[in-house]
Each structure stands twice: as structure tokens, then as C-alpha cells.
């Protein structure tokens, strides 16, 4: 860790609160800006989304009652491979992005039918611009030959994808501290003052300074954003994850329940669970979600779990981020999301641009706090 | 096979010995031995290869951790060896690589089950399946 022993050393012309996956990103933009960015992490003890998420870059089904969720969602898909390439010339390191498209298994019929219609809404609300396909069972299997007899067929979005959500954080961090970025993770910042010239940081280990503040810590916004004069009213929603064994590749696109690693990794999700501040497994989860992965692919019934781990994602009442400067505290901002990675492009792009320069072309009027208060 | 490791057994343990096949190779091992040390005693190195990079790896930890000693044991691939008792006319060989999962021929399946339901699901309609 690195040790900051100076003032000049805990200056920063931004400070962004919060290590995980939306942090390092907009820090990123942020860098490429020519700005100085320190990240104020709070550490291991911190709840940690961006160990446990799934992995996907995920277009479809995404804004289904919010149009311009599903253009920034589309968007940062759109930006991703340009992101992933960025990130391995700077470190060497592959994230492992592929979007050759990602299929969402229905297991009945009026499953695959309502599906099917939300994402036709969707296409009117893009103005026809929305591509998706749905499949029965036999186009399925052109896909994925292994889909299971109760499988009633698939939607097909060609824009969807996935990668690797470690070796992503690990690129994002390295990048970072090639460019002269600070991290500091020794402990929870408990403490926002607005300043004349910034805000003022303290946590147990001290105090920071930063021209600007961006509020990025996941959960932890709920505590941070009302002292610069913002509202994160957000709260965990659990999912859990199962991990096999490594099989020889026989899952060759993503699917929103089950993907297959470049390493022949299994990883089935997902649980949606209101429990609190658990981030625990439970028999009963798991069995469901091995169940119905073993119903979709009726060859993982002898496939061996590894592991199970439980995160808990960051919502808001609707499931939508939060995007907002602060009108009280110039210099202020609050990025939060459930989906840090597929929004990872969008992050290191236009936010961080508008945060460099507070101006954007997104509409990002739709994503503030307000809409909750109503 | 050569018995190429310089592992010693206790003159405590007088358990009857049984036969295991190593790679077709007969080793005679005591009862109550794990199919790790089986491997072992018969000096099969590797006993398995990577995933990724295919690189040859032996038993490490003996007690399931680590995973190092998978092998094929009865025609059944990542089998962890340290935690697998071995029986007499175990065929065990070395794991190589990623396991192939028993593909599945749904020719006749397809009739049988398609009317099952699914009660068990929670998904809704509208499932967003990303973190």
C-alpha cells in the first residue's frame, strides 16, 4: 500500500470514493483528461460488487421502461472493445472481452412470449433500431447444440457479450498506477467537507483534498452522498453465483443464467435476493440455480461445483444508475449502477468526460436522484 | 512403472495390499491408500496437465484443497485423486487437460420430457441477468 505522508501527497485535483470497477474506470477517463486522481478505497472490509459479479456485457432487456438507459447501455457496448484493446496495450493484460452476441433462455412458452414483447417495445421506443432475434428450441441449437428438451427457445441480442471481471479490475488498477494514479485503501472515508477551493476528506488514516469529489462506492454512497448535498437512495439486492469445474468449451456465446471462461470455467447465476447486508450462500439458492442450469443444459447434471459465493448488487428503487452533479457542492458527482461492467466503456468515456468538463451530450437530466422524490 | 519417489510407509500400517492400474500398469498398493498416493508410489509424473497451458502437475496438498491431483479414475475425468480411496482394479490415468462433459442426445429425450413444466423458476419476466 502506498503510504501518503505529505500534504502535496494527499492533493489531488480528484478524488474518487471507491476501488471497485465504476471507480477505477471513471478515474481512467478522469487520468486521460489530464487531471490527477487519487482513489480513497475503503479496503477488504468494504462489500466488494466488483469480486462478485457475473461478468456480462449485457444489451438486451436492459431499459425496457427507460429508452435512454437502453441507448447509454448500447452505447458502452459499442465503446467496450475499443476500452478492452486501451487496457491491454497499456498492461498486457487480455480481459477476455467477446461479443459475438448472448442469448436469455426462456424454460416455458409464455416465458419466451412475454420476452419477446418487452423486447418489441423496445424496438418501437429505439425508433426500429433495436436488434434482437427470438429463437425456438431447433434455432437455439444452432447456437448451442447442448440446450436442454424443456427449453421453450431463446432471444438472441447480437450486440450482448461477456469477459472476465477480475482480470478487468486488475487491468483497470495496473493502468491507473501506471499513469501516476494514488491509491489509498486504508480505510472508510467518514467524512465529506465542502471547502473553499474542494472538499476535504477524512477517514481514520486522515485527511485528503480534492478540487473534485466523484462518489463511486457502490453502497457506501448511501452515507456519502447527502453530505455534498446529493441523495443515494440505494439498496443491496443479493445475487448468488455458482462455479464448476473447467470442461472442454461446449458454451460458445454467453446466456443470461450460465457462461463458460476461456479456461473452460462454468459460472451459473443468478439469485435476486432481498436479505440485507448478507453477501452468504444458501443450500436452497444454489440448488435452484444448479437446477435450472441443469435444466437448460442437461449435460452440467454431473458436473462439479466448486464453489458459491453471494454479492450483493447496488439498486436503486428502479434499477436504474445514478448520474449527478451536485448543485449545492460544485465539483460533487455521484456515479452509481448495478451494471459497472457492461457500463465499464460508457465510464471511462462520456461520464468521466463530463465530469472533466461538465458538459456531455448523454442524457443524463433522466438519471438523478429526483426522480425518486416525485 | 517405476517406483521412481522416495516414499517410505509406515511399518504401522498392515492393511492387505490390493492391486490398482496405473496408465495399464499393475501396482500393488495397501487397502485404504488414496488414489493420489497410488499414483505416487507408482511415480506417474504428471498426473495431470493443465487447463490452459497444458504444463504437468503431481498430487500437492493430499487433503482436497488444491486440486493438483485430478485424475481419470474409471473412466471418470477430474476425479480428486487424495480424496478417492482406492479399490482393488482401479484403473486410474492421468487427467490430461480440461474434462469433456458427456454430451447429450436429445433424439429421443425431446418427446418424452417436453411437456414437463417448470415450477421451480423465479425468474421474471423482465430478469436483467448482469451485476
Known amino acids: ?374 | 512403472m517405476p517406483n521412481a519417489l522416495p516414499f517410505k510407509r509406515l511399518t504401522t500400517n498392515s492393511t492387505e495390499w490390493i492391486t490398482v492400474y496405473i496408465e495399464g500398469q499393475p501396482v500393488k498398493i495397501r487397502q485404504g491408500d488414496s488414489a493420489a498416493a497410488a499414483v505416487l508410489v507408482a511415480g506417474l509424473q504428471p498426473s495431470r496437465t493443465t487447463v490452459v497451458s497444458g504444463s504437468g502437475r503431481a498430487p500437492y496438498c493430499m487433503m482436497g484443497v488444491c486440486f493438483e491431483c485430478l485424475l481419470k479414475i474409471d473412466g471418470v475425468e477430474n476425479v480428486q485423486g487424495c480424496m478417492t480411496p482406492a479399490c482393488d482394479g482401479m484403473q486410474i490415468v492421468s487427467q490430461q487437460q480440461a474434462r469433456q462433459l458427456n454430451r447429450t442426445d436429445f433424439s429421443d429425450s425431446d418427446l418424452s420430457s417436453a411437456n414437463l413444466s417448470n415450477k421451480n423458476l423465479t425468474d421474471k419476466k423482465n430478469e436483467d441477468p448482469s451485476v
Open chain 1, 1 to 374: 500500500m502506498t503510504q501518503f505522508s505529505t500534504d502535496s501527497q494527499r492533493r489531488a485535483d480528484v478524488c474518487v470514493l471507491g476501488g471497485g470497477i465504476v471507480g477505477l474506470a471513471v478515474a481512467l477517463g478522469l487520468q486521460r483528461n489530464g487531471l490527477s486522481v487519487t482513489i480513497l478505497d475503503e479496503g477488504d472490509s468494504a462489500l466488494r460488487a466488483s469480486r462478485g459479479n457475473f461478468g456480462l456485457v449485457w444489451v438486451q432487456g436492459k431499459g425496457d421502461t427507460l429508452p435512454e438507459y437502453a441507448a447509454i447501455s448500447r452505447l458502452s457496448a459499442q465503446l467496450w472493445a475499443n476500452h478492452a484493446q486501451q487496457l491491454k496495450d497499456a498492461t498486457g493484460i487480455d480481459v477476455q472481452l467477446q461479443q459475438r452476441g448472448g442469448l436469455f433462455l426462456c424454460l416455458s412458452e409464455p416465458e419466451l412470449r412475454e420476452r419477446q414483447a418487452m423486447l418489441t417495445r423496445m424496438r418501437v421506443a429505439a425508433g426500429g433500431d433495436y436488434p434482437f432475434e427470438t429463437l425456438d428450441l431447433q434455432q437455439l441449437r444452432e447456437f448451442i447444440p447442448e440446450a436442454g428438451p424443456e427449453v421453450a427457445g431463446a432471444t438472441w441480442g447480437p450486440e450482448d457479450g461477456h469477459l472476465n471481471p477480475l482480470l478487468y479490475l486488475r487491468a483497470m488498477t495496473e493502468h491507473f498506477l501506471q499513469r501516476g494514479g494514488k491509491i489509498d485503501n486504508s480505510g472508510k472515508i467518514s467524512r465529506i467537507e465542502p471547502t473553499d477551493s474542494g472538499f476535504t476528506l477524512t477517514s481514520d488514516a486522515g485527511q485528503w483534498h480534492g478540487d473534485q469529489v466523484v462518489l463511486a462506492a457502490g453502497l457506501g454512497n448511501r452515507d456519502l452522498a447527502p453530505q455534498v448535498g446529493l441523495s443515494a437512495p440505494l439498496v443491496p439486492n443479493r445475487g448468488q453465483v455458482l462455479i464448476c469445474e473447467r470442461v472442454k468449451p461446449f458454451l460458445n456465446y454467453p446466456t443470461g443464467h450460465v457462461r463458460q471462461t476461456n479456461e473452460g470455467t462454468l459460472q451459473l447465476g443468478d439469485s435476486k435476493e432481498d436479505v440485507g447486508f448478507d453477501p452468504g450462500t444458501t443450500t436452497d439458492v444454489i440448488a435452484k440455480i444448479a437446477h435450472r442450469a441443469s435444466q437448460m443444459f442437461p449435460l452440467l447434471r454431473d458436473v462439479r461445483l466448486i464453489r458459491a459465493w453471494g454479492a450483493l448488487r447496488v439498486m436503486t428503487p428502479d434499477g436504474y444508475p445514478l448520474y449527478e452533479a451536485s448543485k449545492q457542492y460544485p465539483g460533487a458527482y455521484l456515479v452509481t449502477c448495478h451494471s459497472g461492467v457492461t457500463l465499464g466503456a460508457l465510464h471511462e468515456g462520456p461520464i468521466a468526460d463530463w465530469i472533466a468538463s461538465d458538459r456531455t451530450e448523454l442524457p443524463l437530466e433522466v438519471f438523478n436522484a429526483k426522480r425518486f422524490t416525485l
